[in-house]
C-alpha cells in the first residue's frame, strides 16, 4: 500500500468510527432522556414503582440496540 491508500483507508476508518460514536451518543440522550423525570423517582407518585421501572426498562432497551 501506498501513503495515498493508508490515507484514504485511514479517513474511512475515522468516517465509520463517527457513525458510531454518534450511535452511542444517541443511545445514551434516549437512555437518558427515559430516567430525567423527578416523578418518576418521586415516591409520593401513585404509580412510582410502575413509572420508575418503565422507565429503566426503556432506557436499558436504547442502550441494548447500540449494537
Same mark, same amino acid.
Given at each position: 500500500m501506498d501513503?495515498?491508500?493508508l490515507i484514504t483507508k485511514q479517513q474511512l476508518e475515522i468516517e465509520s468510527l463517527k457513525i458510531?460514536?454518534?450511535g452511542y451518543k444517541s443511545a445514551c440522550a434516549d437512555a437518558r432522556n427515559f430516567l430525567w423525570r423527578p416523578e418518576q423517582w418521586s415516591?409520593?407518585?401513585p404509580d412510582f414503582p410502575k413509572v420508575a421501572m418503565n422507565g429503566i426498562v426503556r432506557a436499558r432497551q436504547a442502550l441494548e =440496540?447500540? =449494537?
Open positions: 501513503k495515498n491508500e458510531v460514536i454518534s415516591t409520593k407518585c =440496540d447500540i =449494537d
